[in-house]
């Protein structure tokens, strides 16, 4: 290990530069003066005065009752163990810190939850959307309701897969209505352990809205019918209202829906 590479390492456990370049050129020689010290490390003299007390205070140092006063260093294998257990100390105190400070977002959280029943939030596209739709899927316990594009479709299926194959072995009920397009296409990417608790219908034209409701707690509804799935924002809300004319939407549509039959396990 190089020379530099020791000295970051000494400061990354608790150390500054000057007192890892002190501490380590100690560690090699005998006793030494802050005169010393200073020559041998290029360091000012005045900042030896203040390195030294903060050394021994980490009790990596002692000093010597002689005069002039000397200084020697702890074994480096003894003083690597000190300023790893006060790292670990360190890490287990802001380890603790962290949970509590985590507690009490969480314990805001709820409150904001309570006072702003109904909100609605623009998502942008791609990675924002995407991810907040996985959380949605991943946080389902009864069903999800989607409209969706042939555009849209087969991106969708792909980019959600693993959360809804979780969801659905969970009991959660998928419900999602496409385009019109042959059969064989629209179950090719569905398994046969999803058939109980999966079921896919097709449109007769393309849809005028694209939407996701969850639970029918929240829904999604996205800015444009004709974008792809990564090109669009979507308006995200928990209004009671929206989510009413958004299953109506879809209860609609479903029931006018052609059924594609997704064969189970025993089929």
């Known amino acids: ?27 090699q020689t005998e006793q030494k003066t802050v005169k010393d010290i200073a020559k041998i490390t290029g360091i000012a003299r005045e900042d030896i005065y203040r390195i030294m007390p903060s050394l021994q205070q980490k009790g990596l140092t002692e000093k010597s009752i002689s005069s002039p006063t000397q200084y020697k260093a702890l074994p480096i ?28 977002l969480a ?35 009864t ?11 087969y991106p969708g299926v792909f980019e959600f897969l693993r959360e809804r194959q979780k969801a659905i072995k969970r009991g959660a009920k998928f419900r999602i ?11 090719k990417n569905y398994s046969s352990d999803e058939a109980t608790n999966l079921e896919v219908r097709c449109l007769l034209r393309p849809p005028e ?22 090109d669009a924002p979507a308006l995200w809300s928990n209004n009671g209202s929206l989510l009413a004319l958004a299953q109506s939407y879809f209860n609609n ?12 396990v025993n089929s």
């Open 1 to 27: 290990m190089e020379y530099s590479d020791q000295i970051s390492t000494l400061a990354s456990l608790g150390l500054t530069q000057n007192e890892a370049r002190v501490y380590l050129m100690l560690s």
């Open 77 to 104: 294998k003894q003083g690597m163990k000190i300023l790893l257990k006060k790292q670990d100390k360190n890490y287990r105190k802001i380890k603790k810190r962290a949970r509590e400070l985590l507690q009490n």
């Open 107 to 141: 314990n805001n959280l709820k409150e904001t939850s309570l006072e702003n029943k109904n909100d609605f939030v623009l998502v942008p596209q791609k990675t924002a959307l995407f991810k907040r739709i996985k959380n949605s899927i991943q946080n389902s316990r």
């Open 143 to 153: 069903s999800v309701n989607i409209v969706t594009s042939k555009k849209r479709y």
């Open 177 to 187: 209505l496409t385009d019109r397009m042959k059969e064989e296409n629209v179950l």
């Open 209 to 230: 809205a694209i939407i996701v409701i969850v639970d029918q707690k929240e829904v999604y509804v996205m800015t444009s019918a004709d974008a792809a799935l990564a």
């Open 253 to 264: 549509l479903w029931e006018k829906a052609k059924k594609v039959q997704i064969p189970s």
